[in-house]
């Protein structure tokens, strides 16, 4: 498994003091049990790290990473799939860097270290760096200087494009990123995953939304609709083959690449599925593993709300919701499923 880079020197202390990595990215001891008796799917818990006392936090090595936006295509992102952006106030020749003040409260730019900054998919011979008028160095692409911006809550947001036609995502080339042409009555992707949206399909993104009918329901990055199943158990699945099939899992891919807005963290957990692949984990919240429906053709839709009285949407408390959806029952998938 392909750890990023930001996540390697975590694992690599972990290793050293005996602690193992599971392929869901968690902390488990060696002696770790089966949560629930006759599964083979295990429950896990997130572990806070601890710093040693009086031990100063090692220096944050930058990363530049690349990632594709839907409507943008590849953007250079952060070590925590940020997407990045240049400023056309400054310049690159010679670079400069002239957002300071409130303009760097609201576009944070991507501070440089003293160590090497860690490049995937970007050209190493693109990135530098620039003393900006405070005294402190910025990483820049091209020679523009790289920023972050604070609307941007998720892994694949992308908020910051285009404001005040002055800021755009970096390319990895350094250029700006183009926005590309809708392609017309292309439903989002109804393949397993968590991700925010926009091809962030190593990411798991919790959201929730207001819907008309159901109220606070949770949704993932790309607003599609989660739920859980009565013939389910806190903490174990009992949906397989062809109801896997119907019902694609909400995988989880670690805490390292979650994201959550409106649901209490706390909440969060996961198993190890016993039908997948090695490794292969779902999100569970409040304890109910979590779940799309596959004739959830487009964000918002609740088609598999009540279906066979047994599929619920999602509070964000992780209660079921037994209202009646407004858009459809989802017949046709009888048998609980």
């Not at 207001?210 to 949704?219: F, H, N, R, Y």
């Not at 996961?270 to 964000?299: H, S």
Request: hydrophobic share 35%; net charge positive.
């Amino acid at each position: 498994m392909e750890f990023p880079r930001w996540a390697i020197p975590a694992a690599a202390a972990l290793t050293a003091s005996g602690v193992l990595l599971t392929a869901c990215g968690q902390e488990t001891g060696g002696n770790q049990k089966n949560t629930s008796a006759g599964s083979a799917q295990q429950v896990q818990q997130p572990q806070q790290p601890q710093q040693p006392a009086n031990e100063p936090a090692a220096p944050e090595s930058p990363a530049l990473e690349v990632a594709s936006v839907s409507k943008l295509g590849k953007v250079v992102t952060d070590g925590e799939g940020r997407t990045l952006y240049r400023f056309d106030k400054d310049t690159a020749r010679p670079p400069a860097s002239t957002c300071l003040e409130e303009c760097a409260t609201a576009w944070p730019p991507v501070m440089a270290s003293q160590a090497a900054v860690q490049v995937k998919g970007v050209d190493e011979s693109l990135v530098g760096k620039v003393k900006r008028p405070d005294g402190k160095w910025q990483v820049t692409l091209g020679g523009w200087p790289l920023y972050r911006y604070a609307k941007d809550q998720s892994p694949g947001d992308a908020n910051g494009q285009g404001v005040q036609g002055t800021w755009y995502a970096a390319a990895p080339t350094g250029k700006k990123a183009a926005a590309k042409a809708a392609e017309p009555n292309q439903p989002p992707q109804q393949n397993e995953g968590g991700g925010g949206g926009g091809g962030w399909a190593g990411w798991t993104t919790i959201k929730v939304r207001q819907d008309p009918a159901l109220g606070m329901i949770v949704t993932d990055g790309k607003g599609r609709t989660m739920y859980r199943f009565d013939k389910d158990k806190p903490k174990v699945s009992n949906c397989f083959g062809d109801c896997r099939a119907k019902w694609p899992i909400v995988r989880f891919n670690g805490f390292k690449k979650l994201k959550v807005s409106g649901v209490d963290k706390s909440l969060i957990s996961f198993i190890e599925r016993k039908d997948g692949k090695p490794g292969e984990c779902q999100l569970l919240i409040n304890g109910w593993p979590m779940y799309y429906f596959a004739k959830d053709a487009k964000a918002g839709d609740t088609k598999g709300q009540a279906v066979q009285n047994v599929w619920w949407a999602v509070s964000p408390e992780g209660k079921k919701i037994t209202a009646k959806a407004g858009g459809g029952d989802g017949g046709g998938y009888g048998g609980g499923y």
